[in-house]
């Protein structure tokens, strides 16, 4: 079955062409000129990735972004003329999966789409269905998260970086790879959004935040998931940053 693509942008021309190439290259394409339009397509059609540009009248794309992260866990490519490093990192602290700058190839964008899409259903298919350990209980397929029997409300892309720890539980994960499987890209300067995610993270599921006993940091290189039970330490509460 081929993968359902929505294209949202208020530029017509660029619509037209990019969904014949894609379309072309074996994709099932929806189109979408306004933000408002798009929230309705995905609602009925449950697309597998959402390209939207940025700069659009009425709701743009940071806005439009933010609620589909409301609405579904589905990959998100952001197109954009800014070239930026701050909006770069912006769209990445949203949440996006990649941000393509304008002006750029169909061949280029096609091939981000594939690569997203690729890393995605691979995420889907290794996820065990369920994760359990002392008080906190992770539901994979429902995409739930339980302490005790109280609900822990993640946002789709704290989610997708719970369950990457948890896929690679016992091993230490460095901020690049952790950005690579969440974010889909790297720079330097994005483990700055790895952190704050880290953080936000240890603030829902972590009994004393300060102390850490669920997501631990490897100090110089980047994270792992403990293995000792929410809120206890057969040594004592590690001093985690």
């Known amino acids: 079955m081929a993968n359902k693509v929505l294209l949202v942008d208020d530029d017509q021309t660029l619509l037209s062409f990019l969904s014949e190439y894609l379309t072309n290259n074996e994709f099932t394409v929806l189109t979408a000129s306004s933000g408002a339009d798009a929230l309705r397509l995905v609602y009925r059609e449950r697309p597998d990735l ?86 906190l209980t992770v539901d994979m397929d429902k995409r739930q998260v339980l302490r005790g029997k109280e609900m822990v409300p993640l946002t789709p892309t704290e989610f997708r970086l719970l369950q990457c720890l948890i896929q690679k539980r016992g091993q230490p994960v460095s ?47 980047g994270y792992r998931l403990g293995t000792a039970p929410l809120g206890t330490s057969p040594l004592g509460p590690p001093k985690e940053g």
């Open 175 to 221: 901020e690049s790879s952790l950005a690579q499987e969440v974010w889909g890209t790297y720079r330097q300067t994005d483990s700055a959004v790895v952190r704050r995610y880290i953080w936000l993270l240890r603030q829902k599921l972590e009994e004393d935040p300060g102390h850490p006993t669920r997501i631990l940091t490897v100090r110089g290189f």
């Open 50 to 135: 959402v390209v939207l540009d940025v700069m659009m009248p009425g709701m743009d794309g940071w806005e439009l972004t933010a609620r589909l992260r409301e609405m579904a866990d589905l990959p998100i490519i952001l197109l954009s003329a800014k070239t930026a490093e701050a909006d770069k990192l912006r769209g990445f602290r949203m949440g996006v999966d990649d941000y393509v700058t304008k002006p750029f190839s169909f061949a280029e964008l096609t091939a981000r789409v594939q690569a997203v899409l690729a890393r995605s259903q691979a995420n889907q298919a290794s996820a065990s269905p369920m994760y359990a350990a002392g008080n």
